[in-house]
């Protein structure tokens, strides 16, 4: 998706962007909520629970740990996360830097056993841990009986020395894929893109917000110098600068809308550091006297086209046909289009998913508001979770 390059003694850096655009038919309002929000018995808790895996898990018998809600770890959902069955969901904890999580105890209320569950991955800044789940679809539609079923959940981090840092009470809505809903006029919110092995481990996984760092080292000869670079012993080149220098980006917001006459709208919206100060000329460019001042910036790219879906459809095809990336720039704009893919939607979350069982590629969206001008002020909600 990124590509970052340093040119010879330009020392350019030229970082490939994306970002954002709006657009228009009449929208609809979401439909109400369904599901089951009565207390669970520990039978019928016990049997959600066994519903769901984790890649490294223990099943522990009894009541979880005691912990104080302490705030000190947040999850990526605030309040009701909304999951679907069969589909590897993503859990995102994040802790201060001071108390690396190691894991997490994960029950739903009422259940006689608790699952400890380890941290799979960690992104780039340290201060965020994830791990994945999934609901078994054939478990878990016999203990829902309508469309979906709400239940609280509580999630209890613990840190390196296996000691609670916090609790994290949530709803978790698990809705089963159907008619009840589709797709058309809402606003779908990126969550996570994941791609997966052939046995479903996910080896690549790319997430909202995160921060995405390129780490590399300048290497160029000063101005005028004849004989650089000059080689060691075991033949590798030694350079008069290498200046060790770290950039990042973050996708901050992603969405579509698709309309009912074929079209859809698509904004993306990154933030990004650069090199301000690249030194343009090669003449007159001296690597010797330079230091890198590195900026920041919000880069935009609006996006529409054409989808082939259907209320009912499982498979969508969408071609885009124009952007605002200026002609003939380089890395402006990322993953515009799809063809056959698998269409997986409930009334909340759509997973769009390539592949085959050899190896897929899953991006999970989330639905927003429905009217167009509470855009800004959902994406202003999801940064909550940095707070």
Not at 143 to 161: A, N
Request: charged letters at 20%.
């Amino acid at each position: 998706m990124k590509i970052f390059m340093s040119l010879p003694r330009a020392a350019r850096f030229v970082v490939l962007a994306v970002v954002l655009m709006c657009c228009s038919d009449p929208s609809v309002d979401p439909p109400e909520e369904g599901g089951n929000n009565e207390p669970l018995s520990p039978e019928k808790a016990d049997a959600i629970m066994e519903t769901f895996s984790f890649i490294s898990a223990a099943k522990v018998t009894g009541n979880l740990p005691s912990v104080s809600n302490t705030t000190l770890t947040k999850t990526s959902s605030r309040d009701t996360i909304y999951t679907l069955p069969g589909v590897r969901d993503v859990l995102r904890i994040s802790h201060p830097e001071s108390r690396i999580v190691k894991g997490v105890y994960f029950a739903v209320s009422g259940s006689t056993f608790y699952y400890n569950v380890e941290i799979e991955r960690r992104e780039s800044t340290d201060t965020v841990g994830i791990t994945y789940f999934d609901i078994d679809p054939v478990k878990i539609n016999d203990e829902i009986s309508d469309g979906s079923t709400s239940l609280p959940v509580d999630i209890i981090p613990y840190d390196e020395s296996n000691q609670p840092i916090d609790i994290i009470e949530r709803v978790m809505t698990i809705e089963k894929p159907g008619d009840a809903c589709n797709i058309l006029n809402h606003t779908w919110f990126w969550q996570w893109s994941m791609l997966t092995d052939p046995t479903g481990h996910p080896y690549n996984l790319n997430t909202r917000g995160e921060r995405n760092m390129n780490e590399y080292i300048f290497k160029d000869c000063c101005l005028g110098v004849p004989a650089c670079p000059v080689y060691d012993e075991n033949q590798d080149p030694i350079y008069d600068v290498e200046i060790p220098i770290s950039l990042y980006y973050t996708i901050v917001a992603e969405w579509f809308r698709f309309h009912s006459d074929g079209t859809f709208d698509r904004q993306t919206r990154e933030q990004e550091s650069y090199i301000s100060n690249p030194g343009d000329d090669p003449y007159t460019f001296d690597p010797c006297s330079w230091t890198p001042e590195i900026d920041h910036r919000m880069e935009t790219v609006n996006y529409w086209g054409t989808h082939d879906y259907a209320p009912g459809d499982n498979v969508i095809t969408y071609l885009a046909t124009g952007s605002t990336c200026p002609q003939g720039e380089i890395g402006c704009g990322y993953a515009g289009s799809v063809s056959n893919a698998q269409l997986i939607t409930t009334c909340h979350v759509m997973a769009v998913i390539k592949g085959s069982e050899g190896g897929k590629s899953v991006k999970l969206l989330a639905r927003g508001s429905s009217s167009e001008s509470d855009v800004e002020q959902d994406i202003l909600d999801m940064d909550r979770f940095w707070e």
